[in-house]
């Protein structure tokens, strides 16, 4: 994964989910988010700055992971009880963006 992949993503799905301001995105090591493959959360003491870490390395699929993470950021919904229908909606446009780039 070369983050200038990551940026190609961040830039379009940034466009496609209407994030005005995109997230600041960093390649972390794993100990740095033990457990996750990418974290969102607050770059800033004022809440306003959002920030995308990914884990360097191998993960799954990681325009699943990114979409997942640019979902937290749209929605502002960055507890757990959020989890399964990011994970759902990450998912679900991943795989209509991929089905449509099939058909042509």
């Not at 972390?28 to 990914?54: H, K, L, N, Y």
């Not at 191998?58 to 229908?85: F, Q």
């Amino acid at each position: 994964m070369s983050i200038e992949y990551l940026h190609k993503l961040l830039g379009y799905w940034c466009e496609a989910l209407g994030i005005a301001d995109a997230p600041r995105l960093e390649v972390v090591s794993q100990s740095e988010i033990p457990g996750c493959d990418a974290m969102a959360d607050f770059d800033d003491q004022r809440a306003t700055v959002w920030r995308v870490r990914m884990r360097s390395g191998d993960m799954g699929d990681v325009e699943k992971t990114l979409v997942h993470e640019l979902l937290h950021v749209r929605s502002g919904c960055t507890d757990a009880c959020h989890e399964a229908w990011i994970c759902d909606v990450a998912s679900a446009l991943v795989s209509l963006r991929r089905a449509a780039k099939a058909e042509k």
